[in-house]
C-alpha cells in the first residue's frame, strides 16, 4: 500500500500531487450502504478504484464492511485479493481461455455475459470441479450480456451440470443517471422476469444511479461506483458525496504580459487587458484534458470558458491551449503577493468539483479520474476504522 500522510515522502516537492482521502471514501460508501436498504453494498474498484489506487481504496472499503467487489480484469481481481482476503471478487469481462489459473488460484468470480462463454465455463468445470460464476443478462443496454431470452432458457434448462452454480444474476442500466427515464423501468421489469426465474440467485441491478431510484432497483445487491469516489451519479441533482480526490499542480513561473500578446499554442487567446499569468506542472499527460483549455478548442461545444483553478481563495481560469505538461492560468485578478513560484493550484477537488471540471471539458468525471497520469505523487489519508 502506498505511504500514508505521516510517513516522509515527496509530496510536499512534488510538481504534481494527488490526495486521496479514504476515510472520505468509506463513508461514501457507509451512505451508500444506507440507501441500499435492504440490499448489501458492493463496491465497483475497477481501472485502479477510478484511477486512485485498488490496493488502498480496496483495503478501505474492506475494512469499512464491503464484501462484494466489482473488477473488469482478472489482473485486477489478483491484486486486490491481497487487500480483501475474504471477499467476493466479480470479474466482469469474464473468463477466457488460458486465465483459469488467475481464476482459480486467487478465488475470482468470472461474469459470464454470452453463449460462449458459458460453453468455456462448463468445460473448466468438467476439468476443474465446483467454482462459482455469474451472470450479466442485457436488458436494453445492448452491451454486454446473454438476452433476456437466453438467460430465461439457461434457467430452464434442466440439463446444465450440478456444478454449475451461479451466485449472482446482474444487469446495468444504460440512463439510470436520468430519473424520469422511462427506460428505467423497462429495463427494471425485464430483469424482474429474469431474477425470479433463477430462484435462490442473489441478484444486482443498480450501480451508483440506480440506488438512487429507490428500493425496487436495489435486489439483494447494489453496485456503487463513481459515487464511491466523489463524483456524480444522478443528472441535474445536488452532488450529495464527499470529495474524495484533490489534485493539484506546483506554478512553475509566474510571468506579466502585455495586453494585445497571444498565450501558448497557435497564439489561441489573446490578452485584453495587461496580466498575470501563473504557468503551472500539468498537461494533458496527467489527464489535464487539452479539451479543458481555455481558447483553441473547436470541438468542444457545450461550455465556451473551459477549466479554472483554485488557489490564495479565487477560481483562476485556464488561458490558451492546454499542453503536454503546462497549462497557463489567468491570475491577474489576485492580489499582487497573494502567490508565489511553488505554490500549488488545485485542478479539483473540495473548491473545484470534479464534475464540474469535467463539463468544462465536455466530458464526465470518471474521464478525468481514470485518466490521472503516472506523475503525481500520492498522498492517502487513512481511511480505516
Request: proline share 3%; charged share 20%.
Amino acid at each position: 500500500m502506498a505511504a500514508l500522510i505521516d510517513e516522509a515522502d515527496n509530496f510536499d516537492v512534488a510538481p504534481l500531487r494527488l490526495t486521496v482521502d479514504l476515510a472520505a471514501l468509506c463513508d461514501n460508501w457507509r451512505d451508500l450502504s444506507r440507501l441500499s436498504g435492504r440490499a448489501r453494498a458492493g463496491a465497483v474498484v475497477k481501472a485502479d478504484a477510478y484511477g486512485l489506487g485498488i490496493e488502498d481504496c480496496g483495503a478501505s472499503l474492506y475494512h469499512a464492511g464491503a464484501r462484494d467487489f466489482f473488477v473488469a480484469a482478472a489482473s485486477e481481481g489478483a491484486t486486490l485479493r491481497a487487500y480483501a482476503p475474504e471477499a467476493r471478487i466479480f470479474v466482469l469481462s469474464g473468463i477466457w481461455p488460458g486465465q483459469e489459473e488467475h481464476f482459480f488460484d486467487n478465488d475470482l468470480v468470472p461474469v459470464l455475459a454470452s453463449e460462449e462463454q458459458l460453453a468455456f465455463w462448463m468445460s473448466v468445470l468438467a476439468d476443474r470441479g465446483d467454482h462459482p460464476c455469474a451472470l450479466q443478462v442485457d436488458t436494453g443496454f445492448n452491451r454486454l450480456g446473454l438476452s433476456v431470452e437466453e438467460a430465461m432458457e439457461l434457467a430452464e434448462d434442466v440439463s446444465r451440470p450440478a456444478s454449475f452454480s451461479p451466485v449472482l444474476v446482474l444487469s446495468h442500466l444504460h440512463s439510470g443517471d436520468t430519473p424520469s427515464a422511462e427506460a428505467n423501468r423497462a429495463q427494471l421489469q425485464r430483469f424482474r422476469e429474469v431474477s425470479t426465474a433463477f430462484e435462490g440467485v442473489e441478484a444486482s441491478l443498480s450501480a451508483s444511479a440506480g440506488i438512487a431510484l429507490g428500493a425496487d432497483y436495489h435486489f439483494d445487491l447494489t453496485r456503487p461506483g463513481i459515487a464511491l469516489y466523489g463524483g456524480e451519479a444522478v443528472n441535474s441533482v445536488a452532488n450529495p458525496m464527499r470529495p474524495v480526490a484533490t489534485a493539484e499542480a506546483r506554478i512553475l513561473q509566474i510571468r506579466t504580459a502585455s495586453a494585445g500578446e497571444t498565450v501558448s499554442y497557435g497564439g489561441a487567446h489573446r490578452l485584453a487587458r495587461d496580466s498575470r499569468l501563473a504557468v503551472a506542472s500539468v498537461g494533458y499527460a496527467d489527464g489535464y484534458l487539452r479539451n479543458l483549455s481555455g481558447a483553441g478548442i473547436a470541438l468542444r461545444d457545450s461550455v465556451k470558458t473551459g477549466a479554472f483553478g483554485f488557489i490564495a481563495g479565487h477560481r483562476v481560469p485556464v488561458v490558451g491551449r492546454i499542453t503536454m505538461d503546462l497549462t497557463i492560468f489567468d491570475v491577474t485578478d489576485l492580489p499582487q503577493g497573494a502567490i508565489a513560484a511553488g505554490d500549488y493550484i488545485e485542478l479539483f477537488g473540495h473548491n473545484m468539483a470534479l464534475d464540474e471540471v469535467a463539463r468544462a471539458g465536455g466530458t464526465i468525471g470518471y474521464e478525468l479520474l481514470t485518466s490521472l497520469g503516472l506523475r503525481y505523487e500520492r498522498r492517502y489519508l487513512d481511511g480505516k476504522i
